[in-house]
């Protein structure tokens, strides 16, 4: 059916590309000024929010497709260190005149791929015109069993230190996407170049360890920032220290061959940010079934270091303990 003469643009875009992704039944079709989001019985709602901007978070010219999925997936990943299972999320955009529908369209199905890979339907939003930069904001529901969210202000002494997948890849990949030629420097194959560059314009959020997190973590964040803050603000939240082995860090081959060529690269790799791995604390007992479960879940989860009495995190290097210029990446 034609749209009628009252019908904004917005209005028809929004009927075009993002109500087919609004399937929850709360969401109304997005044709309502709110939406509702009922959690399953006996469980607590968990909330979050994170956003992208044009040349701070992502290249201007990266693929829509792969911007919206890279701010949805950011948001996925903290719900992941909640232990929670999504239910849906509220999207705000801002475009400037310069976005055509074609980036539009894109945008749309980068996001609803991933609505439905993760089982996150989009439940309402809001979209814009700005004379800055393309900014995306998602805000995530997701649902834990009562008074079970994994808290990262819950770390004990005694615990063990873990955290999944590899660190430091998205770092060395925006330095890539910053520099091409330093992938000769570092002596990387094509495929190692692509797998950086790709771990920073695409999270693999760890959504499938989220019921492994709820019963097994006694404490949780997802690495945004870097490993070495994380770890810092989960230690002051919680009123304990750390220390770390830097050799058990996980990493992967590209990263590795980048600091046997470089270095100094363990810092980047160590504070560079926007790995969205998750970070835990296991009380002993539980640390062999945590990476047990994760392996079967098809992430792996390495011991790297132990929580202490005391504050701080220190990171040990050949026994002496790092400084970095930098800890953790900053907006201000």
């Known amino acids: ?45 968990v909330l979050t929010t994170d956003g992208v901007i044009a040349g701070v978070h992502f290249f201007p010219d990266d693929p829509p497709d792969d911007v919206a999925r890279k701010v949805l997936r950011m948001n996925l990943s903290d719900l992941a260190a909640k232990g929670a299972a999504p239910l849906g999320f509220l999207l705000s955009v801002a475009l400037p005149a310069t976005v055509d529908e074609a980036w539009i369209a894109g945008f749309a199905a980068g996001l609803g791929a991933d609505a439905a890979l993760y089982g996150c339907p989009l439940l309402g939003g809001d979209t814009d015109r700005t004379p800055g930069p393309i900014s995306v904001s998602v805000t995530a529901f997701g649902a834990v069993p009562h008074g079970a969210m994994v808290r990262r202000a819950t770390a ?79 230690c002051r939240a919680s009123g304990v220290a750390a220390e770390v082995d830097v050799a058990s860090v996980p990493l992967s081959a590209a990263a590795r061959a980048a600091i046997a060529a470089e270095p100094a690269l363990i810092e980047t790799v160590l504070s560079g940010g926007d790995d969205y791995e998750i970070l835990v604390t296991l009380a002993a007992e539980n640390a062999e079934a945590f990476i047990e479960e994760a392996r079967k879940a098809g992430t792996p989860a390495t011991v790297i270091g132990a929580i202490s009495e005391g504050q701080g995190a220190r990171f040990l290097r050949d026994g002496e303990a790092m400084t970095f210029a930098r800890p953790a990446y900053s907006h201000f």
């Open 1 to 45: 059916m034609a749209a009628s003469d009252e019908t904004s643009a917005e209005e028809r875009l929004i009927a075009r590309y993002f109500r087919p992704l609004a399937t929850a039944p709360g969401a109304f079709g997005l044709t309502d000024d709110a939406a509702i989001v009922t959690p399953p019985p006996g469980c607590d709602l």
């Open 156 to 234: 004990k002494p005694g615990d063990c230190v873990a955290v999944t997948g590899t660190i430091g890849d998205a770092a060395l990949g925006l330095m890539l996407r910053r520099d091409a030629g330093r992938a000769a420097l570092w002596g990387l194959t094509d495929a190692m170049s692509d797998h950086l560059k790709r771990r920073y314009a695409l999270p693999q959020p760890r959504n499938a360890l989220a019921e492994v997190v709820l019963h097994r973590a006694a404490a949780a964040m997802d690495v945004s920032d870097g490993l070495a803050g994380d770890l810092a603000k989960l």
